[in-house]
């Protein structure tokens, strides 16, 4: 079966992203594409660069207007989309949110990112309250895909949890990128980081990652702003990358994966039959600082 | 502060192989190490490629041979060593262990390698109980250890726990190869997935991690053997490899590290400030294939 992923900038009309949005979506469906990933809130500029209450306008209810547009596309196309939507569940709860609208353009799945980052020019805490809907597998026509978003990629247990529920594909849209003035010397290995967490998961589960980020310069008045590395990739259940994108390009990839290959990996490197289940429970404190 | 990594072959003379061992422990100190971890069951061959009763006659209590005449290397030298052993607890009871010593030459932590596995040519659990003493730090005079052995190295659990007890340095003995028959084309992805692996526990967690493996082949009557891979290295708190050996030389690495990394990577990367500890309970469940 084949993943697409959307990589793209965004610009200040949120209309026009959601219009380059559709369109790159449909020319993923060309290329074959049967699941497509768009990156993480890709409506608009990554306006957690500052705090600003009027910027809480750009939430949308769920279905709104970006979810309806995707649906019909996915409807269209008899594909299934991941749509990253900033979400306004009711005055004063806003969500980082993922959509799987299915082929028929219905939502089978919504998952809400756990892990809310805080970060000079990250201030996330800000807009979105932490996920209350837990880790999910979301079943579709073509694979069981997991949901997960940006910050979450950090986190082994989101990986984990995930893929403990049948999860095959997690599926990771992104916006991260360099602070400008630390792209040097410290970029690469923030970049290399970045990738290596998320093929460990792979590694770690035997499952397929997705990661879909965004690329260009968006300097919000008086900021230095953020510059998205792009790197959007797709690596396999042993870590091996299957295909990435270029740090600063809109690009689509269509990326053919074969799910058998999750049951070779993992009779060959059977990490789940030996987990030490029993000795777990401390992963559910913040620090272990006190005798247990 | 400086680590030692001890990268050996192994002969089939277990006098040999500690006489060596001791010999390089001693040539690391010259070097300035002063915790100095050695490979996974360094004393022997690799007797795991084969179930024959008779290789338990290769364990040793604690203490016992190999750990008197490392005691006394690190009393003489006043360094910290971590001695692998194929522990015999009693008669049907034997353990991968891992033994701490510390500058007085005295035990200060025994850890008995949590996760086993069983693939051929690594029979292991034939030969080792599965240990009981749980994830461990160790306190040390020049900074807190985390050990660990080799399979534990897939188990993004098991550093988890471990580094929520306030270990600074994972230290994971191995002895881990290439089947001949799979290192092409298969070798190099499999190298790559377990440095990535354990280069992610560093991520994760905002720790330096110690991989260290034997070189050199080895095998039994009647097998294709295995060529262990070498390759043992230090990574920096955000996974920048700061020293490797070769694959197939022996070397006594000594890596000058700043536990000071610790703490400015995890104020820039706060990722244990996130965690949903609220939402992993299902971390200690085999297989989410219930509903919760």
């Known amino acids: 079966m084949n993943i697409g992923l959307i990589q793209m900038a965004c610009s200040a009309s949120t209309g026009e992203n959601l219009e380059r949005a559709v369109a790159k979506v449909e020319e993923a469906v060309k290329g074959g594409a049967q699941i497509i990933c768009l990156p993480e809130l890709f409506r608009s500029q990554y306006f957690c660069q500052q705090e600003d209450v009027t910027l809480f306008d750009l939430a949308e209810p769920i ?14 196309c008899r594909v299934t989309i991941l749509v990253s939507i900033f979400e306004r569940r009711t005055a004063g709860v806003y969500h980082n949110s993922l959509v799987v609208l299915d082929e ?3 939502i089978v799945g919504l998952y809400r990112k756990m892990h809310i980052p805080d970060d000079p020019a990250y201030f996330e805490k800000f807009y979105f309250t932490p996920g209350d809907l837990g880790f999910q597998a979301i079943k579709t026509a073509h694979a069981t895909v997991g949901p997960l978003v940006c910050w979450d990629q950090w986190y082994p247990e989101a990986a984990r949890m995930t893929a403990l529920q049948g999860a095959e594909v997690l599926c990771y ?4 990128g360099w ?8 970029g690469q290995a923030q970049r290399d980081a970045w990738m ?5 998961h792979a590694i ?10 965004r690329v260009g310069c968006e300097a919000p008045a008086g900021g230095d702003g953020l510059e998205f590395w792009g790197s959007s990739f797709v690596c396999d259940p042993f870590g ?31 990490f789940l039959r030996d987990r030490r289940i029993d000795a777990y429970e401390g992963i ?9």
């Open 173 to 176: 849209p992104t916006a991260i």
């Open 240 to 270: 091996v990358v299957l295909a990435q994108a270029s740090v600063d390009q809109e690009e689509t990839l269509v990326v053919d994966i074969d799910l058998k290959r999750i049951e070779e990996v993992r009779r060959n490197w059977p």
């Open 104 to 106: 028929r353009g219905e």
């Open 204 to 213: 770690a589960n035997g499952v397929f990652v997705v990661a879909v980020n």
């Open 284 to 292: 559910t404190k913040r620090f272990l600082d006190e005798p247990a």
């Open 179 to 186: 602070h400008p003035q630390e792209k040097h010397p410290e």
């Open 63 to 76: 279905p709104g207007p970006s979810i309806k547009a995707l649906s019909r596309v996915a409807k269209t």
């Open 196 to 200: 290596t967490i998320q093929r460990s």
